[in-house]
């Protein structure tokens, strides 16, 4: 709750809302930090960290082409060169 919604000017209701506003970005903070180191581990571990593009598996590591999507691939590359 907001100070000036208590009506209430008094610098104790102020110095609590910065406090818990503070106490909540650092947090969020941590929270990223912690998000992004892991994914930086992941990706160093050979995991996707997001959906695995078409033809590839999600799983613990990045993996090839199923043989079966990979012919399909490579039929669609040998008609359509750039």
């Not at 990045?62 to 490579?74: K, L, T």
């Amino acid at each position: 709750m907001r100070a000036e919604a208590c009506g209430a000017e008094d610098g104790r209701l102020k110095l609590v809302e910065t406090l818990i506003a503070a106490v909540a970005q650092f947090e969020n903070d941590t929270k990223s930090q912690r998000t992004v180191e892991g994914m930086k581990e992941a990706n160093r571990l050979g995991r996707w960290t997001w959906t695995a593009p078409i033809g590839y598996l999600n799983g613990v590591r990045r993996s090839p082409p199923s043989s079966h999507d990979a012919v399909i691939f490579s039929n669609l590359f040998e008609r359509n060169p750039k």
